[in-house]
């Protein structure tokens, strides 16, 4: 992991997504790259001059804003972190700069406002369209080092090597172990797709300390919540398979999922 592209607001919730991800740069090396976009200078219709000056003033202002932001972290954290400030649609510009920088992370911040529907957006298009691994971390969920990862998985689906590499470099820096999740209906006998599963993840993450853990749950979101606040977990990893009900748990108008009521930080692999 080399750069962290951090989008931020300057909310509550960004600041403490940029927090993190300096912490986190400072176990992996990483440099850090706070990103504002900015939407409001974006002409409705072509104008004339007038449209230009108010566009630099803008851009003055949102600059003074990120450079007070860069002043804070830096003097708060001691370390040296890059800024950008971007014209255009957030979600389209996130990805263009990702590019740009070479981004190997996405950090985003999240407020929980217990209706899902304003939730974000801008965070829900970025973890169905960034091809990056994007961690979420909710605003009241400060840094700490990650000992212990909860791995929740579908061994029904196959997993490419490629996928996990984030995880299992995190885990490796942080010398964290990691505890693979499967969730089962009530009453479920286990499948061979279980075993087969098995045997896979335990090739994959053979170079890790991991340990299985199954549980029975009628919804799957819900068993991994029961898991997470039941068991000691520093962070939470899911990932994103296209057309699965890991996009379900992310839609717009499903409001009693993972994503809305998880309290600690969560990496979103990308199925490979």
């Given amino acids: 992991m080399k750069r962290i592209l951090v989008p931020t607001d300057f909310t509550q919730a960004a600041k403490n997504a940029g927090e993190y991800a300096i912490s986190l740069a400072k176990v992996t090396g990483a440099t850090v790259h706070l ?4 939407t409001e200078v974006m002409p409705v219709l072509p104008g004339p001059e007038p449209w230009t000056a108010n566009v630099n003033s803008l851009l003055a202002n949102k600059d003074e804003r990120i450079r007070q932001e860069v002043d804070r972290l830096q003097g708060k954290y001691h370390t040296t972190l890059h800024s950008i ?16 920088v070479g981004a190997d992370l996405l950090v985003l911040g999240i407020k929980h406002t217990g209706d899902g529907h304003h939730w974000g957006s801008t965070t829900l298009k970025m973890l169905r369209k960034s091809p990056l691994p994007v961690l979420l971390v909710p605003e ?4 700490q080092p990650v000992k212990t990862i909860v791995l929740a ?3 029904t689906r196959r997993i490419e090597s490629i996928s996990l590499a984030p995880l299992i470099e995190l885990a490796h820096q942080f010398d964290a172990s990691v505890r693979v999740l499967h969730v089962e209906e009530k009453g479920a006998e286990p499948a061979e797709t279980d075993t087969a599963g098995k045997l896979e993840m335990g090739r ?5 300390t991991y340990y299985y853990d ?6 799957v979101d819900r068993g991994i919540l029961d898991f997470v606040t039941t ?3 520093d962070l939470l990893v899911m990932i994103a398979h296209q057309h699965s009900f890991f996009e379900r748990l992310f839609s717009l108008t499903h409001t009693t999922t993972v994503s809305f009521d998880v309290r600690l930080p969560m990496l979103v692999l990308k199925a490979r």
């Fill in 35 to 38: 990103l504002h976009v900015d």
């Fill in 85 to 100: 400030i971007a014209i255009g649609a957030k979600g389209d510009t996130i990805n263009d700069t990702a590019k740009e």
């Fill in 140 to 143: 009241e969920s400060p840094y």
């Fill in 153 to 155: 998985i579908d061994f």
């Fill in 204 to 208: 994959l993450l053979s170079s890790l």
């Fill in 214 to 219: 199954r549980v029975e749950s009628d919804d």
């Fill in 231 to 233: 068991h000691p977990t």
